[in-house]
Nanobody, 124 residues
Framework: QVQLVESGGGSVQAGESLRLSCVAS????????MGWFRQAPEKEREFVAA????????NYADSVKGRLTVSRDNAKNTVYLQMNNLKPEDTAVYYC?????????????????WGQGTQETVSS
């Protein structure tokens, strides 16, 4: 069983930056891909970014390319989501997720482990 805990959310103004972190604990195997998803009120959970275990493969939603960067530090069992030039439409609860997979899945159904989420609010 893997536990994922997100942190770093908050309230910012449009154009500002935030960095989310997600720490994994428990039995994390090799080839453990991790992803970020978000869910705004009354909307479905949507893919944001994913990264392979070695960090050599990344995947991004078109809506965040160029503004968000996913990275990981396996020595700290932590994955990060650096978010720059934030927009009000980025407001959502952000979740990290993990799965033993060599690819970088983009659908929620492909992930087994989930964090509890962290709220991010961007004001105009």
């Amino acid at each position: 069983q893997v536990q994922l805990v997100e942190s770093g959310g908050g309230s910012v103004q449009a154009g500002e930056s935030l960095r989310l972190s997600c720490v994994a604990s428990g039995r994390t195997a090799s080839a453990y891909a991790m992803g970020w998803f978000r869910q705004a009120p009354e909307k479905e959970r949507e893919f944001v970014a994913a990264i392979s275990w070695a960090g050599t493969k990344t995947n991004y939603a078109d809506s965040v390319k160029g503004r968000l960067t996913v990275s990981r530090d396996n020595a700290k069992n932590t994955v990060y989501l650096q978010m720059n030039n934030l927009k009000p439409e980025d407001t959502a609860v952000y979740y990290c997720a993990g799965v033993v997979r060599t690819t970088t899945p983009i659908t929620p159904e492909d992930y087994n482990d989930w964090g509890q989420g962290t709220q991010e609010t961007v004001s105009s």
